[in-house]
């Protein structure tokens, strides 16, 4: 486990394993230093990403079985933690929930560049090739020290600020984070005379204070993430704080990673020689350590909470077109001020259309027979103003080619076994670019 004060970059605590002095488990490895795949703890990176890109927590997005192709190689076809499908579900959802294939969709939307981009410019130093991991890399197929990652995560904490000590210039490179955490406070030689001293952090705004709120508020929702892990889990402190989980194939890696404004923590689970750990989980694993250490800190620490930046606000939105509700099903969430939505503004949607009928796909169609094709939505209410801009739009009609009777020809890797509320992948079109003084160093 690996402490970090937000405000400054201190490593207040560092665990590198259970015993330094056992053998049988590699006990003088420091696994908070080692890299290490960090599963669904990644995720928060590419949402950051994301929201950079004008979308907002409250952006639906699809949840269905969904093929990747890239290149000549068989497609990538990821799959939920609980193997299953939740059909049009808000980002606020598909994060809090940490559903594995809305990640991949918006990493692929966004680009595999953007995301990786905004991990470096968090603290992430591991990745060097992020093009040979593709679109995995928001499932944490990559590997990252527990240190990087809890100094990552100390940037959503502290409102964007990344706070520490300048990377020497022997080790700097450009597009990765120009501040380490720091380590040491004071250092003197043998005669007493100071050689290194920490007085104050240097700081920078690495990510936009409001997009770093967003990420607090998703993953500190207990109310979003319950239908996945249930109210009142392990990831919820006596205190207002945030927390992520993350497990790898075979569970050799079990994570929780979390912070409230006066803390950072990061939590990993698993064995040095990288065996299994059998059927833990971070959710059962990890994060109970998580909780444990942040009660702890809280004894000490008066209740903070997050304060919401300005430039940002609850709005209420019809999460089918992004723009002011026009009727029932409204939801309500963060949103920039820049990115408020109005009345009749058109959407860039991807709507998936099976190839075969041309018309809408439904659960039943193969995956690698569904297109997803760009339209510009507008509000339902819109209709007349709708047809004077004379923009395509989808069909209204669903596929007629494949049905259920699929389920009998032995082929079960090409439906979607799951609920698909529209068949739609509902992806706003970016309207904006990043602030300049958010890019990275």
Not at 6 to 13: F, I, Q
Not at 46 to 73: C, K, M, W
């Amino acid at each position: 486990s690996v402490v970090i004060r937000p405000s400054t970059g201190e490593v207040l605590a560092m665990v590198g394993s259970a015993d330094y002095f056992d053998a049988s488990i590699d006990g003088q490895v420091n696994m908070a230093v080692e890299p290490r795949q960090p599963g669904s703890s990644f995720k928060p990176y590419t949402y950051a990403a994301a929201f950079e890109q004008g979308y907002n927590p409250g952006s639906l997005i699809v949840d269905q079985r969904t093929a990747f192709h890239i290149g000549e190689s068989a497609p990538y076809v990821p799959e939920n933690f609980d193997r299953s499908y939740h059909g049009n579900i808000t980002i606020r959802r598909a994060l809090a929930c940490s559903y594995n294939i809305p990640a991949v969709l918006m990493l692929n939307r966004i680009g595999v560049d953007s995301g990786v981009e905004m991990a470096h410019r968090l603290g992430i130093t591991t990745i060097r090739d992020p093009r040979r991991i593709g679109l995995a890399v928001t499932l944490g197929s990559c590997e990252v020290p527990l240190i990087d990652h809890t100094y990552g995560f100390s940037v959503f904490a502290n409102g964007g600020v990344m706070a520490g000590v300048p990377v020497p210039p022997q080790r700097r490179e450009p597009g990765f984070r120009q501040l380490d955490p720091v380590v040491v406070l004071r250092a003197t030689d043998s005669r007493g005379r100071v050689v290194e001293e920490y007085l104050q952090p240097t700081t920078r705004q690495v990510l936009d204070p409001r997009i770093a709120y967003m990420i607090a508020s998703i993953t500190s929702d207990d109310n979003a993430r319950a239908p996945a892990f249930g109210p009142g889990s392990a990831l919820v402190a006596s205190r207002p704080a945030s927390a992520k989980t993350g497990t790898t194939n075979e569970s050799w890696d079990c994570w929780t990673m979390g912070f409230n404004p006066q803390l950072a923590v990061g939590v990993w689970v698993g064995n040095a020689n990288h065996q299994s750990m059998g059927a833990w989980y971070g959710a059962i694993s990890a994060a109970p350590i998580w909780r444990e250490i942040m009660e702890y800190a809280f004894k000490s620490l008066p209740p903070v909470d997050y304060v919401m930046p300005p430039g940002i606000k609850w709005v209420d939105m019809d999460p089918n077109t992004g723009a002011l509700p026009s009727g029932k099903g409204s939801v309500r969430d963060l949103v920039l001020d820049e990115m408020e939505p109005v009345s009749n503004k058109k959407e860039r949607m991807q709507i998936a259309i099976c190839r075969a009928s041309g018309k809408l796909a439904t659960e039943f169609c193969p995956a690698d027979q569904v297109d997803l094709k760009p339209f510009d939505l507008y509000p339902t209410k819109g209709g007349s103003w709708v047809r004077s801009t004379r923009d395509p739009q989808p069909p209204t009609a669903y596929c007629n080619v494949h049905g259920p009777g699929m389920r009998t020809r032995g082929r079960p890797d090409l439906w979607a076994a799951g609920p698909v509320v529209f068949p739609q992948q509902h992806l706003p079109l970016p309207t904006r670019t990043p602030w300049p003084e958010y890019q990275a160093p």
